[in-house]
């Protein structure tokens, strides 16, 4: 496995896809199941999160704790990744977070923004870039584009489910960025489906077509 490749094993993760996976899987229940897996990411990705020391008052005496200094922004790759941007926030309830509207076009064979809002200052801040899937890589590779655009910082993909080749494309074109998965070895098929994967994650979600 890759350096840039972090792939998370937990029973409860294991047990959790099994009902993602599951095409009678409603979409409430897809929502929640989401929010929880988003969780096993958001910790693993924050690991090496700044802390600075500082004192507090218990219900004792005086404790010495640690505390976050420098909060990632999270940001959303829509609409999938909207799935994920709620327990982010609940995680890292400090944190700001932006959108980023972007899609491929299979007619012209490219991808197409439509939406890009982020906060103010976000130079040299590590980004936590979120969508469940990871297929052709063509969206996350743009998405990356965008953000070196504003010089942000480290820049850690958040992804439930890849494949090898777009795991290979995003890295092709960004070397630098982590990848945080709970499934690695997906097949893609000739519609650029992850497969067994779990259909189309936004229809999913949001109980569209």
Do not use: W
């Not at 792939?7 to 095409?23: M, N, S, T, V, Y």
């Not at 704790?65 to 994920?84: D, E, L």
């Not at 809002?117 to 052709?136: G, H």
């Amino acid at each position: 496995m890759s350096k840039k490749l972090i792939q998370i094993e937990h029973p409860l993760i294991e047990h959790k896809l099994a009902f993602l996976r599951d095409k009678n899987t409603g979409s409430a229940e897809f929502r929640n199941i989401i929010r929880e897996l988003t969780k096993f990411l958001g910790f693993e990705a924050t690991r090496d999160i700044e802390l600075e020391d500082c004192t507090v008052e218990s219900p004792l005496s005086k404790a010495n704790v640690r505390k976050v200094t420098r909060p990632p922004v999270i940001v959303s790759i829509m609409r999938a990744g909207n799935g994920m941007l709620e327990s982010m926030l609940e995680v890292l309830p400090f944190s700001q977070s932006g959108h980023i509207g972007i899609y491929r076009d299979k007619f012209i064979n490219n991808t197409v923004e439509y939406y890009f809002k982020l906060p103010t200052d976000v130079k040299d801040k590590t980004i936590l870039l979120l969508d469940p899937l990871l297929a052709t890589g063509d969206t996350a590779v743009a998405s990356i584009d965008r953000l070196k655009q504003y010089e942000v910082g480290k820049i850690k993909l958040l992804t439930m489910l890849t494949c090898p080749s777009g795991v290979k494309r995003v890295h092709e074109f960004h070397p630098d960025v982590d990848i945080y998965t709970l499934k690695g070895n997906e097949e893609i098929n000739d519609k650029g489906y992850l497969v067994p994967g779990i259909g189309d994650a936004g229809d999913r979600l949001f109980g569209t077509k």
